[in-house]
């Protein structure tokens, strides 16, 4: 069967359960406890599935994973608010990849294993032109669905839905700014090649981003029963042998994160003793332990990461200067002079004329009480293009004078537009006061 009419018969059932009248049940494999695997059958290995079945035909068991999960569709609608049990461990692990990849937007986004398609939602709403990419075409049209009945807010770029084939990623080399696969890869049966497509779709100074379980991870009792019931592949994360396949596919650096999405709870007397070095912090060290012993959470960097622009708030900070011609102004008239502006942050200011994360001169007008009369009274483009960090831009300023005759505070600052006033980061704004006679 073709890839084509796989995804027109997944539509088709699809249509089947938009109008169901009752609430569908949860897929088999969402409640498990994590204990040693039910039934008196041997625990199944998963390098004897490995050795069994072929990619490709694991690649359609994933399929068919999801195909005998329809009934239960609306949990994967709803996603990641499944259940009080599962939401915080979804959204903070997912936090976690966020901030240690920090796609900006714009950026091309590889969502690897993307599944029915929840990150891929949170990726596009960001602002990145996200692509869905996963073996199951079952999923990706549950995806395509979701996107229907969810709908980002704004104007963002539309997402794009890749099918895998297990061995090729159907784009072209170092074409990715970013790569995000969430709890999908130890489920990848050639781990060493997918890394190797990922090495080689990403762009120099591209990262990698993934969320996964521990090294013991077969043996759970969720694994042992999706093996068993599904020819599921869920592999042991074993991070040296990880790291081994990821330098032969071109990346250089792995970074780990260390954190817990179980919170830890103290007393008052507790929390103090903890902020004060006490034996409260070997007890949170030991919650931390425990919760990190199971999980891997990891970044590979393929070279030196790229500089960040001002599409990125964290860094944008400058240093400002401000010559009036004249501090007194007809009312209705115009307020001129120069201003300088040295890039003393770590991104590349974009030009002002940037589609994305543009930086202008803003102005703000007060009142002598220094309350606000107009937040955004006027923009100055800065000439010249991109500004790189430790570089000096000048240029004249015209900005209309207010109608009414009185003293004022012109507040001048720099905005990356859509992602923040400078001020936010505690670069220091410049002010004059003006006259405006009658």
């Not at 359960?17 to 609430?23: F, M, N, Q, V, Y």
């Not at 260390?258 to 034996?279: P, R």
């Not at 009142?367 to 000096?392: C, F, K, M, Q, Y």
């Amino acid at each position: 069967m073709t890839v084509r009419s796989k995804a027109a018969r997944v539509r088709n059932a699809l249509r089947g359960h938009r109008a169901s009248p009752t609430p569908a049940p949860r897929p088999e494999h969402v409640s498990i406890d994590d204990q040693i695997a039910p039934g008196g059958d041997a625990p199944v290995d998963v390098r004897e599935l490995l050795q069994t079945y072929t990619v490709e035909q694991l690649a359609e068991t994933a399929d068919e994973y999801y195909r005998k999960n329809l009934e239960g569709i609306d949990y994967y609608y709803a996603k990641p608010l499944t259940s009080v049990d599962e939401t915080p461990d979804f959204l903070i692990c997912f936090s976690q990849v966020l901030a240690g990849v920090r796609p900006v937007p714009g950026m091309r986004v590889l969502d690897f294993g993307a599944g029915t398609g929840w990150t891929t939602r949170f990726l596009t709403q960001l602002g990145c032109e996200t692509i869905a990419c996963d073996v199951s075409v079952t999923a990706l049209e549950i995806a395509k669905e979701l996107f229907k009945r969810q709908p980002v807010a704004g104007p963002q770029p539309e997402p794009s839905f890749l099918a895998f084939d297990g061995q090729h990623i159907d784009l072209p080399d170092e074409s990715i700014d970013r790569i995000i696969c969430i709890d999908a890869f130890h489920h990848v049966p050639n781990p060493d090649a997918v890394l190797r497509e990922f090495g080689r779709v990403l762009k120099p100074g591209g990262i990698a981003g993934f969320q996964e379980p521990g090294p013991n991870h077969s043996k759970k009792a969720q694994s042992q029963l999706e093996m068993k019931q599904f020819t599921v592949i869920e592999n042991d994360i074993v991070m040296r042998e990880i790291w081994g396949w990821a330098q032969d596919a071109g990346f250089t650096s792995l970074k780990l994160a260390v954190f817990t999405a179980e919170h830890f709870q103290t007393s008052v007397e507790g929390y103090e003793d903890f902020l004060n070095g006490g034996i409260t912090t070997h007890h949170y060290y030991e919650h931390l332990r425990r919760f990190v012993d199971d999980r891997r959470i990891f970044f590979l960097g393929k070279g030196d990461v790229a500089v960040a622009d001002s599409r990125e708030r964290r860094g944008l900070v400058a240093e400002l200067a401000v010559t009036p011609d004249s501090t007194t102004v007809p009312a209705g008239g115009s307020v001129t002079g120069a201003m300088r502006a040295k890039n003393t942050g770590t991104n590349v200011w974009l030009s002002s004329d940037a589609p994305l994360g543009p930086v202008l001169f803003g102005v703000h007008l007060f009142d002598t009480d220094h309350l606000p009369i107009e937040r955004d009274h006027a923009r100055i483009p800065l000439p010249n293009g991109d500004v790189a960090p430790g570089s000096t831009v000048e240029t004249r300023f015209k900005i209309p004078a207010p109608a009414t005759p009185g003293t004022y505070s012109l507040e001048f600052d720099l905005v990356a537009e859509h992602v923040c006033w400078f001020e936010i980061n505690e670069s220091r704004t410049v002010s004059i006061e003006i006259t405006v006679t009658g």
